[in-house]
Each structure stands twice: as structure tokens, then as C-alpha cells.
């Protein structure tokens, strides 16, 4: 009779030893993270109308942080008044003051647990958004190009609804676009990195300019995309010229912050963006300040089996990460590496340095502290069903069928923040390492307009003076 192995798979026989390059500290731009597991940026679908903070938002994102990693990645925000037009569904959005108070509580409740915040600020989605107003044309780098998905490139649990589900259809093709002007694009750009300066404002550690799968800035790269004939499109150094530029005034906006880009590897489209190309970008953005890249993969809504990837295009994953670490001396973070065994003698191996995990964290938000306390064997392992994608496509707050607490965070008390402890700082860490300069704004905040030494008005307040 065959003798049955009692040996339990590798993923189950592991302690806290067993994972010292996951568990290993690293520093970004001089800020130290306690590990080398990072939340994923993941829009949950759980903000308000027009883009607000919630309470489950907060209960969401307290979950995350206090499962012990060393980055939280906050969904992404929309950053430009332009950009807040034109979410997908329900996108979150820092572009204004009056905006901070929900970023704020939202860092704040990241701090809270130990981890540190980064912001995921988008300029915009381009054509793959939702309109507030149906007939408007979404701002892009091309007009009339709405996008299309065909089932045969969409993820599974996608394509399977897109068969069933006649209302899934309306996803299916996007807006119609109309091509931003160059005086738009410059407007674009400077408005977006004075949102980053809020973002630090909020208490955000770093920054991530969303520039990946399908988004405003990956449109502009893509030769399927734009198709412009000005300085912002056409050769591929003109292509480079929006997400550079953008980069350029980031990185002036938020001096001593530690500002990263998230790009796709590869295009995955016949004619899309190669491999070598996204090479070649991650370059020119390290040549332009970027602290950190982070890899993500395909081409968008219209190629979103490797933007929401199964177990095997998810594998291939660490080799972009060697391509791109060859020719980068900062580090680099890739996706969906789920497997902690593999993650760690991956990182080990030198293949890439930070592991950022969306659906994973979602499903288990526990995995950094199950690894670190020896408890790899009790970590849920997300199946990849993708009915969190699935829901928030159809409008809803993310949910999983693996984990019960998904989406009610904020009925549970062991989420929620403390009053401030005695002696606790309340100025954010982040406004001391920031040196951020007043960007031009009006023609009163120009250099060449003095600060009045005394004001004109005699001060009438109470007490001596
Ligand atoms: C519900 C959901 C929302 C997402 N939202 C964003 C987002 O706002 N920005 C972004 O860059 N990627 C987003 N992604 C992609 C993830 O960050 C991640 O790259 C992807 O899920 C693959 O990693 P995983 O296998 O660990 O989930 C989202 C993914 C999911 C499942």
C-alpha cells in the first residue's frame, strides 16, 4: 500500500525564522519601513458620493495597517478637480483643503497601528472612468478612443459575468474622450503635485503617482492610446513627456519625501508597451528623483488578466522584477507575489525587495503578523475568486467570501483609533522631513512679492501689546 506523506507542504512548515527577507527592515528615500510587505493600493469602493472618507473606509484601512505591514498603500485619490469629474465609481479625492480632514483620519489611523502611509495620488483615469455626467467626454491624451473589453482578455470571474449578467455589459465600453490641450496638461500637472503637497500636508509619508494599468498617465505612454501628433505624443521620448514632467513637478513640490511611481511592466497588447520600453521609463523616472517603482502588469481594463492576475501570470511577476532592478538602484516592489515562502527567496535572491499584496491582504490582513509570530500556517489563502474586484465593478464596497469582517470593519471596535496619548506628537512626522515650496499659484505668490514685515491694519486684540 502506498505509505501516505505526513509531511506538511513547505508553505506550512515555517516559524518567523523562516522568512528573514520578507521580515527584513528597508528604507525608501530615508524612511525606514519594519518589513518588506506593503498593502497594495486598492480602491474599495467604500467612500462616499463625491469621493469622501468614511468610517468604513477608516475601519477598512485600520485592519489592513494593524495586520502588521511595513507600508500601507492608500487607494487611490483623484488629484485634480478635473480628475474628481471623472472617477471609477467611487474614487477618493485630495485636490482641495477642505478635502484633508479624511485623508488625514485615514493616515492617522495607519500610524495608529504601526505602519507607515503612503498615498496613491492619480492625475486621472483618462477614458477608463465613470463620468458623473454621461455625456461628458473624459478628459485624455485622444479623443474619440472609448475602451473595449472583450472576454477572452478579461479576468475570470469577470468574464464569467460578463456571459451572465446583461447589466455587467455596461462596463464593458467606456466613455468617449476628448484630447486635453497642452495649456490643460501643464494646468493638470501642477494642480496634481500641490495635491501631493496636501497629501504630505495630511500626514502621508510618501507618495505614489499612479501611472499603471490603462490610468491618464499610462495613456500616455501607450502607442495604443495616444495618438496625438504635438510635444505629448507620437515619437517615444514625446510619449515619456507627460508622466516625466509630472515626476519632475512632484518631486520639486514635495522636497524630503520619498515619492515613488507605479507603472505596468509590460502592456501585454500586440503594438502595446514592451517590457524594455517600461524599462526605459523606470530610468528616466529614477533620472527625475523617483524614490521607488512598483511594478504592476498589463495594459488595463481592456487586458485585466495581468492587472487582477491568477496564479499564473502572477508567476512571472518576480522576473520583471529582475529586469527592472538590473538598471534601478532604488528599490523596487512587485505585485501579487502571494506565496510568503516564494516571496522570501525571491527577495533573498535579489529579484526584487518589496512585496505588495492586494487581494491577499484583503482576504487575510493578519499575513505580515501570522509570519512574524510563527503563525504561517494559520494565514487564509486568497483563491483569486476576484468577487472583491467583481463587486466593486458593479458599484459595491469590496467583500470576500473568506473573510467574514471585509466591508463591516467599522462595526468593530478593535479597529478604531485611541484618544491621543499623553505626550504624543501631534505635528505628523512627515511635516518635518517635507521642504515644500510654495508652487505659483496666483500672482501674489510669486517670489518677487514681498512677505509684509507688519501689517498696515494696528492690531486691536485683547490683552498688552
Ligand atoms: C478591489 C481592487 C481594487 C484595486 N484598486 C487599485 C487602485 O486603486 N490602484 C492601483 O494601482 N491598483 C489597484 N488594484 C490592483 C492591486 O493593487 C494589485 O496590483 C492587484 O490586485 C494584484 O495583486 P494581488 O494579486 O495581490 O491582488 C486593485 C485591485 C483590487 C482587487
Known amino acids: 500500500m502506498k505509505k501516505t506523506s505526513r509531511r506538511q507542504p513547505a508553505a506550512m512548515r515555517t516559524t518567523a525564522a523562516a522568512f528573514p527577507n520578507l521580515l527584513a527592515p528597508i528604507a525608501i528615500g530615508g524612511v525606514k519601513l519594519k518589513n518588506r510587505i506593503a498593502v497594495a493600493p486598492m480602491q474599495e469602493f467604500m467612500s462616499g458620493y463625491e469621493g469622501e472618507v468614511t468610517e468604513q473606509t477608516l475601519g477598512y484601512i485600520g485592519a489592513r495597517a494593524k495586520g502588521g505591514p511595513g507600508l500601507v498603500t492608500s487607494g487611490v485619490f483623484l488629484a ?38 503612503c498615498a496613491q495620488m492619480s492625475p486621472g483615469l483618462g477614458r ?8 461628458a467626454l473624459a478628459p485624455a491624451p485622444t479623443a474619440d ?32 474622450t476628448r484630447e486635453l490641450s497642452v495649456a490643460e496638461i501643464r494646468r493638470e500637472q501642477k494642480e496634481f503635485a500641490g495635491s501631493c503637497q496636501l497629501a504630505v500636508l495630511c500626514g502621508f509619508d510618501m507618495i505614489e503617482i ?63 508597451l514592451t517590457r524594455e520600453e517600461m524599462v526605459d521609463v523606470a530610468r528616466d523616472l529614477r533620472a527625475r528623483g523617483a524614490d521607488f517603482i512598483h511594478l504592476s502588469d498589463g495594459a488595463g481594463l481592456e487586458e485585466s ?13 518576480a522576473e520583471h522584477g529582475i529586469a527592472f532592478k538590473r538598471d534601478l538602484d532604488v528599490p523596487v516592489m512587485v505585485i501579487s507575489q502571494h506565496d510568503p515562502v516564494k516571496a522570501d527567496r525571491d527577495i533573498g535572491a535579489g529579484k526584487y525587495d518589496i512585496s505588495a499584496l492586494g487581494r491577499q491582504l484583503l482576504c487575510d490582513p493578519e499575513y505580515p503578523n501570522k509570519l512574524a509570530q510563527g503563525r504561517a500556517r494559520e494565514i487564509v489563502r486568497c483563491t483569486r475568486c476576484n468577487i472583491c474586484m467583481l463587486r466593486g465593478l458593479a458599484g459595491m464596497y469590496v467583500a470576500c467570501p473568506l473573510n467574514p469582517e471585509l466591508g463591516r470593519e467599522y462595526l468593530l471596535d478593535r479597529y478604531k483609533m485611541g484618544a491621543w496619548k499623553r505626550g504624543e506628537d501631534v505635528i505628523p512626522k512627515s511635516w518635518d522631513r517635507a521642504k515644500m515650496p510654495a508652487l505659483e499659484k496666483k500672482p501674489w505668490w510669486r517670489e518677487e512679492v514681498p512677505l509684509l514685515e507688519e501689517c498696515w491694519r494696528p492690531f486691536r486684540g485683547p490683552g498688552p501689546r
Open 210 to 272: 499612479h501611472a499603471t494599468h490603462g490610468f491618464l498617465c499610462h495613456q500616455f505612454l501607450s502607442p495604443l492610446t495616444n495618438k496625438r501628433t504635438d510635444l505629448y505624443g507620437g515619437e517615444w521620448r514625446n510619449r515619456k513627456r507627460f508622466l516625466n514632467e509630472l515626476m519632475e513637478v512632484t518631486r520639486y513640490a514635495c522636497q524630503g519625501i520619498p515619492v515613488g511611481v507605479r507603472i505596468s511592466a509590460e502592456e501585454h497588447m500586440e503594438g502595446g
Open 305 to 317: 488578466g495581468h492587472q487582477i492576475p491568477d496564479a499564473d501570470r502572477a508567476e512571472h511577476m
Open 80 to 117: 485634480t478637480r478635473l480628475a474628481a469629474q471623472f472617477p471609477m465609481g467611487r474614487s477618493m479625492v485630495l485636490y482641495h483643503p477642505g478635502h484633508q480632514i479624511g485623508p488625514t483620519l485615514y493616515a492617522e489611523r495607519i500610524h495608529y497601528f504601526g505602519s507607515l502611509a
Open 145 to 176: 478612443l472609448p475602451y473595449e473589453i472583450a472576454r477572452e482578455k478579461a479576468f475570470d470571474a469577470f468574464a464569467r459575468t460578463l456571459s451572465a449578467d446583461g447589466r455587467a455589459r455596461m462596463v464593458t465600453v467606456g466613455p468617449m
Open 128 to 135: 477608463q472612468c465613470t463620468p458623473y455626467d454621461p455625456d
